[in-house]
């Protein structure tokens, strides 16, 4: 059973104050378990939860040219959701999938709507979250613009260096924006 005080850690990172309105978020909190290939959220379909990932690894990938390119990961402590879909309640562009088992909570976007009609707080506290998520994606974007595949692999390592074990090497060419051949000798070129 994952535990619920990780999910009030991360909350209370973004917001040193929704200490006080933990109370409020809590009771929506519904936790959740999704085996290896598992998908938490379809292409296609309208985004309803937001996840929080006790254990283990999503993958956010979308598909071009009949080809899946990996977005982003979302790991333990971390927040992961197809984020244009909840938001606009619009079918997602991107799948979620568990790429580990994955263990966590869920918060549903009627919920949250509902919570954030009642709470000026916990409305503030979703904010901080989605501008969190939008920093992510930036950050992410800027990297492709300053660094080679091979300083973003290097970053990827040194912040979640589980994923040399964990993740499929197809996945995290993709997320490179590299072919697994040009990652493997990055690797080879590491040892």
Wanted: zero cysteines.
């Amino acid at each position: 059973m994952p535990d619920i005080n990780e999910v009030k850690q991360a909350i209370l990172q973004l917001d040193k104050h929704s200490g006080d309105n933990w109370h409020l978020f809590e009771p929506l909190l519904q936790p959740v378990a999704f085996s290896n290939g598992s998908f938490l959220a379809h292409m296609g379909r309208v985004s309803s939860a937001i996840y929080f990932i006790s254990s283990g690894i999503v993958r956010v990938f979308t598909v071009h040219q009949d080809k899946e390119v990996s977005l982003d990961f979302a790991f333990p402590g971390q927040f992961s959701t197809a984020y244009a879909s909840f938001i606009t309640q619009q079918p997602s562009i991107v799948s979620l999938q568990a790429i580990t088992p994955v263990n966590g909570f869920a918060f549903y976007h009627a919920d949250l709507q509902e919570l954030y009609q009642r709470s000026h707080a916990a409305e503030h506290t979703g904010r901080l979250l989605a501008e969190y998520q939008y920093v992510r994606k930036y950050q992410r974007e800027l990297a492709f613009l300053q660094y080679s595949a091979k300083e973003r692999y290097l970053q990827l390592l040194a912040e979640h260096p589980q994923v040399v074990q964990l993740i499929p090497v197809k996945y995290i060419a993709s997320y490179l924006g590299i072919e697994p051949e040009s990652l493997s000798r990055i690797r080879r070129g590491l040892t």
